[in-house]
């Protein structure tokens, strides 16, 4: 499952740089009215990348196993996706009560992240103190 969070990652950051390419091709030719969403995307993309990546690293590093592992990685890999997602389907749409599924996703990747946090409290790799 580590491969799956850390090639959403990837990917991810992918998509972060060809999402900031079209930015800046938009920008040349006139800003859209739904800019703000559009670089929050861009962000999004990006920040979320990096931390799928980190997180599939960590996920290997500590042995998670079991519903920690699931929910650090499925539950990330839906918000990572989704998160942005929501941004420029609202500015698309211009649904802006729609954002309040930010905040759904913003649970998923918290959790993702407290689990991680249980996980690295609970010590090394292997169960030993530090």
């Known amino acids: 499952m580590p491969r799956v969070l850390m090639a959403s990652g990837f990917v991810g950051l992918t998509v972060q740089m060809l999402w900031g390419i ?10 859209p009215p739904y800019w703000g969403q559009l670089v929050g995307a861009h962000a999004h993309f990006g920040v979320l990348g ?5 997180t599939g690293l960590a996920v290997d590093h500590y042995g998670t196993s079991g519903t920690r592992r699931s929910v650090a990685v499925w539950w990330f890999v839906i918000g990572q996706w989704l998160l942005p997602a929501t941004l420029v389907v609202q500015a698309a749409l211009g649904l802006p009560r ?3 599924l930010a905040f759904v996703w913003g649970v998923l990747l918290t959790a993702a992240m ?3 946090a249980l996980e690295a409290w609970d010590g090394a ?5 530090v």
Not at 50 to 54: C, D, K, N, T
Not at 125 to 129: E, I
């Open 22 to 31: 079209g930015n800046v091709a938009g920008h040349v030719v006139g800003v």
């Open 50 to 54: 990096i931390l799928a990546v980190v």
């Open 98 to 100: 729609l954002g309040m």
């Open 114 to 116: 407290a689990a991680m």
């Open 125 to 129: 790799p292997g169960g030993a103190p």
